[in-house]
């Protein structure tokens, strides 16, 4: 078996996958791609030329893997391991679904918005888009706040897929709106996943690149 891994350590979603696979002692290659680099662009492209990471190439089987989710649901079929991130039960699998799709829609990509616009060049910048992604994620924060209430994860005692899409993505929204004094179940619920072994080993890789981070 041979899984290759391409992706960038800062990349949130990045994040969401390397937690599965650290979750679960899954053997593969991490290829770094810097997009500011033209020819690692170039090599990247050539694999996927949507030019987004991360995506998974598994070369034992001839299979090229983009999206976050569908790589973790790939990994659960071909690769299970101890930790069985999408549940055999159809119910729970699809509210496993349903709030990964809720973390990634309504919290990690307005959090993204809001944390790239900076990037853009003065007069180039979008801040009624920044405010209403913002407002999106805080609406989606205070649900989750009432959600979550003393559950240890989004499903109760089981860890999964769910739990990989809300750590990257409130790790990041946690940059823009603290969480501690206004949600404070959420807050309590990231500290929690930073805490978790995957997870703290995804933030202590990513660690020496967290400079390069948008203020």
């Known amino acids: 078996m041979t899984l290759k891994l391409y992706y960038h350590p800062l990349s ?3 994040h969401k996958v390397l937690i ?4 679960n002692d899954t053997p593969f290659q991490p290829v770094l791609v810097d997009l500011g680099n ?4 170039a090599a990247f492209l050539k694999i996927w030329p949507i030019g987004k990471f991360p995506v998974i190439e598994d070369t034992t089987r001839s299979w090229m893997v983009p999206e976050s989710s569908i790589i973790i649901e790939y990994l659960a079929q ?33 959090m993204q918005k809001a944390m790239t616009d900076v990037l ?8 009624m888009g920044v405010e209403q992604a913002i407002k999106q994620m805080r609406t989606a924060m205070g ?21 990989c899409s809300a750590a990257p993505a409130l790790f990041y929204a946690n940059r823009i709106t603290p969480l501690e004094k ?4 959420t807050d309590a619920y990231l ?17 020496p690149y967290f400079k390069m981070l948008p203020r």
Request: proline fraction near 7%; include cysteine.
């Open 12 to 14: 949130s979603y990045c």
């Open 20 to 23: 599965p696979l650290y979750e």
């Open 38 to 41: 033209e020819a690692s662009r």
């Open 78 to 110: 071909h690769y299970p391991g101890k930790t069985a991130l999408i549940p055999r039960d159809a119910d729970l699998a699809r509210q496993v679904r349903m709030r990964d799709r809720f973390f990634d829609l309504h919290i990690h990509t307005p």
């Open 120 to 127: 853009r060049p003065e007069g180039n910048r979008d801040p």
């Open 143 to 163: 649900m989750l706040e009432q959600e979550i209430g003393s559950k240890e994860w989004a499903m109760g005692d089981i860890f999964t897929m769910a739990d």
């Open 182 to 185: 206004e949600f404070p179940n």
């Open 191 to 207: 500290k929690r996943l930073m805490e978790r072994a995957s997870y703290a080993r995804v933030l202590k890789e990513a660690e």
